[in-house]
């Protein structure tokens, strides 16, 4: 050995954030009603969801489960699940489901559905806030590292609006300048972003500062 500690490459900052909106997108903030049952000693209870994926949900619930335990989860829109408990917190516990191939993909095409509903929604809502025609120039970090210029057409606190000729898909995650967001619609020009993980209100002064990486012309 030289003598030198080996060190971890530091992944860009941009590129990590993007990664973690993509975990995120894969396990769905769903915050649905359903009931536990436990096979065991046939114990059943109220249960709420509060995220899914096609391979599982966490769950909050009275019913104290050691992790293990098999389950059977009836979800309000989305049916009945076996699984074992994966994980206990504070709150709940984890559920690992064990469907076939099949099941996941359907469960899939659900979650696709209750995200896209969501999106729609929060669309309808971004599109009632006043808009301020903004120009300048930009760029959006897809998912996959791609870096995109675009110029903004305009801003409100929730969302911004840019000309663009590529169109990632609705509901893909991106990065706008240094904000996280998520397509929440195509249109004639380009798409319209809804920022995600904004902890507080902020001006539009304070967001074109944020997303602008450029002066417009």
């Known amino acids: 050995m030289n003598g030198q500690a080996l060190r971890k490459p530091v992944e860009d900052p941009v590129l990590a954030k993007v990664r973690a909106e993509r975990r995120r997108f894969r396990r769905v903030r769903v915050d649905l009603q359903g009931r536990i049952f436990l096979p065991a000693d046939s114990r059943e209870a109220a249960c709420k969801v509060v995220d899914m994926s096609p391979g599982g949900a966490s769950i909050e619930c009275d019913l104290a489960c050691e992790t293990g335990?098999?389950?059977?989860?009836?979800?309000?829109?989305?049916?009945?699940?076996?699984?074992t408990v994966a994980r206990r917190d504070g709150f709940g516990f984890g559920v690992r489901f064990s469907g076939t191939q099949l099941k996941r993909e359907k469960t899939a095409e659900q979650l696709t559905l209750f995200l896209n509903k969501a999106l729609v929604d929060d669309a309808a809502v971004m599109r009632t806030h006043d808009r301020t025609p903004t120009k300048a120039i930009t760029q959006f970090t897809r998912t996959d590292g791609a870096v995109v210029k675009c110029e903004v057409i305009d801003l409100s606190p929730t969302g911004v609006s840019v000309k663009t000729a590529l169109k990632p898909p609705v509901g893909e995650f991106v990065l706008i300048g240094r904000l996280a967001g998520r397509v929440a619609r195509h249109h004639e020009h380009g798409i319209?972003?809804?920022?995600?993980?904004?902890?507080?209100?902020?001006?539009?002064?304070?967001?074109?500062?944020?997303?602008?990486?450029?002066?417009?012309?």
């Open 192 to 217: 319209g972003i809804q920022f995600v993980g904004l902890t507080e209100s902020h001006t539009t002064d304070t967001l074109h500062a944020h997303i602008a990486v450029g002066a417009g012309r």
């Open 69 to 83: 335990t098999a389950v059977v989860i009836y979800i309000d829109g989305f049916g009945r699940f076996e699984g």
